[in-house]
């Protein structure tokens, strides 16, 4: 094996002759003055001179033998030629990586012979086919003074990499190393790349050049390879940004950033960027990734829109609401202005999508939301809260009364009446407002600030605005702990029923009680229903209250005399609840009590709800033998109407008209009309609130039948009701009862 003579044993290094020695410049020295053209020394000088030249072949031989073990060493393939190309040495590595041409290495032999018999074995397959050209090009990169730099592939499907250089004497230092692995690597990274689906550009991550695009980038960017190598990364960025990987740690890489590219057709995209440092075609580079997200970030955008805003009016909801108030507020904070939030809330708008479907109240709120938005400076917003319930955002305020003013304006806006399918629908609203800075800092507390306020103008009067104070947020407590407490108050079954007398007034008997809901407070002593019957129909804690109120006023009334009637309030829920028949058929049962000793108490707020299921609960309960009373007449909106749409047994007249009928002479007329109406409809007529003599007095002339008031009796336990009965019972005969002291509060 060449190998083993190039490294073998001293006897054959002497006979190979050190080639490196042979072509020395120490070598060419001694051969520039051959001792045969000297003058032969004198014994003893030619002695010393061997012995001298001895030593120094010995020293070169020595050198030799390190230079040998020096490049068996190195784990590259190395190789010295001489000025004629012809091999001097190389290591074993070089034998192993030519190891199809290895036999012909020997020093002394031409490079070109050798690879002569290589091309003609087929050992180069670049070579295959135009084997002269090839050698004559191996041969030109050898002699290139500067040293090559080159690639080679052999036929056992190795890459070498061949770099050369010349030494001072003209010779060839040669260097090989194994690059298959590298090439198949990035034979693989190739292929994935220029067939990869996803567009991908190769960029030099100095000046952010484009060096390589594949083909689905030039499919989705409209540029050819040539046109995209003109380009810089900055040239498809549509904003100067900073370049992907710059301003990214070594954690960030591998994760998406996003970006607005520009197409080639001037089309802006959004693109999901990964980048990635790799090293290609030798040189570092940057792989950028770029995955179009523009359809995936609209139908985002689309969802988010449709989740921040109501699908009915198109205006935000509330989380957007929260956002925008959060904003305007910072800003005002900044600039020192005031911001308004207007709460509004438009009246009466259960009764119009009940009573005209939910088309038609549907259309409404589209319509107030129009007519909102119309009525508002572009800087101002508005949002949808709840059903019938909008959010005004007011920015720039610089005294409540710009509040105020706009509060007007959009109740005006919000009350011009409505044409729907024929019908003119009119409308009121109300307004709460909440100033920032002072009513709350935030959104959520000035949302809550504005909501007290609206609460307020509601109760108040409707169609009316009201500013939030600070005692609101006080009541808003105590009604939360009203309802904690009334919770527990049902739960321990402390309310009870107290009873007011109706009285005949002809013949001064007592013709009925009305049960009065009383709650005696461990704490507060007796709290009166206008405290808690309002919360408990917010709460819907009404109807257990109502069902508790009808079974005991029924057990109670089943131990009076058979006469003696017993009126229940009843609230506008508990008959929409949908389950009222059968608790009163359920009450009257359980207490063995006559329909007809019940009567039910209503207000028009019950009828304002005109579905059919009202009707037909009233209907059925009046078949059952119940009476069905109207509850203070006159303090609604079209009493009349209401009186024509149901048969009631009998009109109570509300006590603001009964209260100083005396001195009051347009009272006297409204009453002494709603009394010939009753008379007039065949229905008993009861004044409610009658509390002195004078008004007893005229309300007897007028022709009244019953009335109920302090002047009688305020409502008592039913223990003291039993008493006034038993009483009644002794006073039978009297003709009138008159002013009884036992019945006066
Ligand atoms: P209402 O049904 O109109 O009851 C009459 C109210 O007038 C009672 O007030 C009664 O105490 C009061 N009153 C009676 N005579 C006079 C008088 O001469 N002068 C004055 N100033 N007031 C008089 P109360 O008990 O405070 O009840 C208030 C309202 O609470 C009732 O008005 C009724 O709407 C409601 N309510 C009471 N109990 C119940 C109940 O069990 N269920 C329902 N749903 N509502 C109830
Ligand atoms: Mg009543
Ligand atoms: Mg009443």
């Not at 980048?275 to 990734?289: E, Q």
């Not at 013709?511 to 819907?540: D, K, N």
């Not at 007028?702 to 002047?711: I, N, V």
Request: glycine share 8%.
């Amino acid at each position: 094996m060449a190998v083993r003579r190039s490294t073998g044993n001293g006897k054959r290094r002497r006979k190979v002759q050190s080639p490196v020695l042979a072509r020395s410049p120490q070598r060419a020295v001694l051969r520039v003055a051959p001792p045969a053209q000297r003058v032969p020394p004198p014994p003893d000088e030619a002695r010393r001179m061997r012995a001298k030249m001895e030593t120094a072949l010995a020293e070169a031989n020595r050198a030799h033998e390190r230079l040998r073990e020096a490049i068996e060493l190195l784990p590259e393939a190395m190789v010295f030629l001489d000025a004629e190309g012809r091999y001097i040495l190389w290591n074993k590595k070089y034998a192993e990586f030519y190891r199809r041409s290895a036999d012909l290495f020997a020093p002394g032999v031409r490079l070109e012979d050798t690879l002569r018999v290589g091309v003609a074995r087929g050992d180069y397959v670049e070579a295959v086919g135009r084997e002269e050209e090839w050698i004559a090009e191996r041969l030109g990169q050898l002699r290139q003074p500067d040293g090559g730099r080159h690639e080679q592939w052999l036929a056992d499907g190795r890459c070498i990499l061949i770099e050369e250089r010349q030494t001072s004497d003209g010779g060839v230092i040669g260097l090989r190393v194994d690059i298959t692995e590298m090439k198949q690597r990035e034979a693989s990274f190739r292929l994935l790349f220029e067939g990869n689906p996803v567009p991908m550009i190769i960029c030099n991550p100095d000046d952010a050049v484009v060096v390589s695009a594949n083909e689905a980038a030039m499919a989705h960017y409209g540029y050819d390879q040539a046109e995209f190598e003109t380009l810089t990364l900055r040239d498809i960025q549509a904003f100067d940004t900073e370049l992907p990987w710059r301003d990214q740690s070594a954690d960030d890489e591998g994760s998406a950033r996003t970006w607005k590219h520009v197409k080639v057709d001037g089309s802006l995209i959004d693109v999901a960027i990964y980048a990635r440092m790799l090293t290609y075609d030798g040189r570092p580079a940057v792989l950028l990734a770029l995955i179009d997200i523009t359809e995936r970030k609209r139908a985002e955008a689309r969802l988010t829109f449709v989740a921040q805003h109501d699908a009915l009016t198109g205006l935000p909801t509330r989380n957007l609401l929260r956002r925008h108030i959060d904003e305007t507020l910072a800003r005002g904070r900044r600039a020192g202005d005031k911001v308004a939030l207007l709460l509004l809330d438009v009246d009466n708008f259960k009764i119009i999508n009940d009573t005209l479907g939910h088309d038609i109240g549907d259309e409404l709120l589209r319509n107030v939301a129009r007519r909102l938005r119309s009525s508002l400076r572009d800087e101002d917003a508005v949002a949808r809260l709840g059903s019938d319930e909008f959010a005004i955002v007011q920015s720039a305020v610089m005294r409540p009364e710009d509040a105020v003013l706009l509060a007007k304006r959009l109740i005006d806006a919000v009350s011009h009446p409505y044409l729907f399918n024929g019908h003119s629908v009119v409308v009121g609203a109300s307004v709460g407002i909440a100033l920032a800075p002072g009513d709350g800092e935030d959104s959520d507390n000035l949302l809550k600030s504005a909501d007290m306020a609206l609460s307020r103008a509601k109760q108040d009067a409707r169609g009316g605005y009201c500013f939030f104070e600070k005692g609101m947020d006080a009541s808003a407590q105590a009604r939360r702990r009203i309802e904690a407490d009334l919770r527990a108050a049902i739960d321990g079954d402390v309310l009870r029923p107290h009873y007011q007398p109706l009285v005949d007034l002809r013949s001064g008997r007592i013709t009925g009680f009305e049960a009065l809901v009383r709650w005696p407070h461990p704490e507060r002593g007796m709290i009166p229903p206008s405290e808690f019957i309002p919360v408990a129909e917010e709460t819907g804690l009404i109807n257990a209250i109502g069902g508790a109120m009808l079974r005991q006023a029924c057990i109670d009334a089943a131990t009076w005399p058979d006469e003696v009637r017993v009126a229940v309030n009843l609230s506008s829920l508990q008959i929409r609840a949908g389950n009222l028949l059968s608790v009163v058929m359920d009450a009257l049962k359980r207490a063995g009590l006559p329909a007809r000793r019940l009567e039910l108490e209503i207000t028009e707020t019950v009828l304002l709800d005109k579905s059919d299921e009202v009707a037909a609960t009233l209907h059925a309960l009046r078949a059952l033998g119940v009476r069905i009373s109207m509850d203070d007449f006159g303090t609604g909106y079209s009493s009349l109407s209401y009186l024509r749409s149901f048969p009631f047994d009998k009109i109570k007249i509300d006590r603001s008209f009964v209260h100083d009928l005396g001195a009051n002479r347009d009272a006297q007329a409204i009453v002494r009309a709603i009394i010939s109406l009753g008379k007039g409809l065949g229905v008993t007529i009861t004044a409610e609130g009658v509390e002195t003599e004078a008004e007893l007095i005229c309300l007897r002339d007028e022709g009244c039948h019953e009335g109920q008031g302090f002047l009688f009796s305020k409502a008592r336990p039913h223990a003291e009701i039993v008493q006034l009965l038993h009483a009644q019972r002794m006073a039978r005969g009297q003709a009138m009862l008159g002013v009884d002291p036992i019945m006066v509060a």
